[in-house]
């Protein structure tokens, strides 16, 4: 059996416009490609599940310096 891959969903436009950074309260930007949330004042990466922002800074990953 093979799985399917399922298309993400994406975020609503009026949660991200009210949507901060946990860590620095400041804006955020959206990634469709990684279907994230970031920080760029963080430095941190925020994922989406099922079109649903995890807005944990456990759950963040670092970004990159690049």
Do not use: W
């Not at 975020?11 to 469709?32: E, H, M, Q, S």
């Not at 990466?45 to 970004?63: C, F, K, N, T």
């Amino acid at each position: 059996m093979t799985k399917e891959k399922t298309k993400a969903k994406p975020i609503n436009r009026k949660l991200f416009d009210l949507l901060v950074c946990p860590l620095t309260k400041g804006p955020l930007k959206y990634n469709a490609a990684t279907q994230e949330l970031f920080s760029p004042h963080a430095k941190l990466a925020y994922p989406i599940r099922d079109g649903v922002p995890v807005m944990l800074v456990d759950e963040a990953r670092p970004l990159d310096d690049a």
